[in-house]
């Protein structure tokens, strides 16, 4: 880092409606702390999410990016939270050949009464993002601009 | 369909290297179908190769279009409003759409940025598999609706050779013998006295032996 200011990324959390997302809301409610730096977008499935969208958060700057479904075999659509696991390994390996680093795009699986879940994946990615740093993008978008 | 794969991104890297503003092309046809090089896999690659070059300190301008077919001369003509403002055009299509591509815009490099691979045929979501060879002499009327020269590893022509075993190739346990393949389908179809009949040696010019092929329909060419 050579910037003064402590970094902090920008995570984008693609959310299933279905879990994910109403485990935000619940951790909302319940006040568990979880980190700002957390966007969430609510998807009506993970199995909706593209690797077209994952990479466009990248491309747009995010620092890292993670696909959040339901448990296994709890899909409300059969089997959309396995296809989301199985595109998200896909978009890594993409990810690696570019450089950015499969490290950066996670999937996680949670119920939708797992508001403490959801919190402590928010911390955790956010920590383990923080630690990767910036990804050169967001800072190369500016400077090739 | 004609089926293809994306190239190793590190070749159409270096395709591109020279050029600042690329027209990156995808094909509505086969290469939609087979997940290559639609509309989807255009936007894919195209951010992928903006943030590869974002990484080098290089700024790449990209135009995305998908036509709807590019191995036809009218709907490649559409490119022409965009063609001016590039340095060079990528290709998603198959190699027909490549080389129209190129033929059309002379004084445009293109590239391809999918390996063609094979006619195939879907056998189930994600995987496709080589089904005809374009020999140019249709045998599957005799040999039960199964190809021996494409899906025969020495396509041949009168049963299967020493290498199969319990329906399989030697080439590998994944790949069936086309011939075993036939035997059963005849069977099946109550027809194994066809097995009986030889079949004479091909005549290959009707495939590559003879060189390019063309086909004029006189009624409709002009």
């Known amino acids: 880092m050579t910037t003064q200011e402590p970094f902090e990324p920008v995570i984008i959390a693609f959310c299933c409606h279905y879990c994910a997302y109403t485990a935000a809301d619940m951790a909302g409610t319940r006040r568990l702390c979880y980190p700002a730096n957390v966007s969430i977008i609510r998807v009506p499935c993970s199995g909706k999410v593209d690797a077209l969208h994952i990479l466009k958060a ?60 959801f919190a402590e994946v928010a911390k955790e990615f956010t920590e383990t993002i923080r630690a990767l740093g910036p990804t050169p993008i967001r800072s190369l978008h500016r400077d090739a601009a | 369909m004609i089926t293809a794969e994306r190239k190793p991104i590190d070749e159409i890297i270096e395709y591109i290297r020279p050029f600042q503003k690329i027209l990156l092309v995808g094909c509505n046809e086969c290469v939609t179908v087979c997940s290559a090089g639609g509309r989807k896999e255009v936007g894919i690659l195209s951010s992928m190769l903006q943030m590869a070059f974002l990484k080098q300190g290089k700024s790449l301008q990209m135009l995305e279009h998908t036509l709807e077919r590019q191995c036809d001369p009218e709907y490649v003509e559409e ?144």
């Open chain 1, 58 to 117: 990248f491309e747009k700057g995010a620092d890292g990016v993670y696909v959040a479904g339901c448990l296994d075999g709890d899909c409300h659509f059969k089997n959309g939270n396995h296809r989301a696991s199985r595109r998200v390994a896909y978009v890594q390996k993409l990810l690696n050949d570019i450089g950015i680093g499969s490290e950066r795009l996670a999937m996680f699986k949670m119920s939708a009464g797992m508001g403490e879940r």
């Open chain 2, 79 to 222: 490119l022409v409003s965009m063609i001016d403002g590039v340095d060079a055009v990528v290709s998603m299509a198959c190699g027909c759409g490549v080389q129209e591509v190129a033929r059309r815009y002379r004084n445009k490099p293109v590239f391809p940025a999918v390996n063609t691979k094979f006619m195939g045929a879907s056998e189930r979501q994600g995987v496709w598999a080589e089904r005809c060879a374009g020999c140019g002499d249709c045998l599957l009327g005799i040999t039960a609706g199964i190809c021996p020269i494409a899906r025969c590893s020495k396509q041949l022509m009168n049963g299967p050779c020493g290498g199969s075993t319990n329906g399989k190739c030697e080439i590998s346990p994944e790949v069936d013998c086309a011939w075993a393949l036939i035997w059963e389908r005849l069977k099946a179809l109550n027809l194994t006295e066809r097995y009986e009949e030889i079949i004479p040696a091909k005549d290959w010019r009707n495939g590559r032996g003879a060189g390019p092929r063309k086909i004029v329909r006189e009624d409709l060419a002009e």
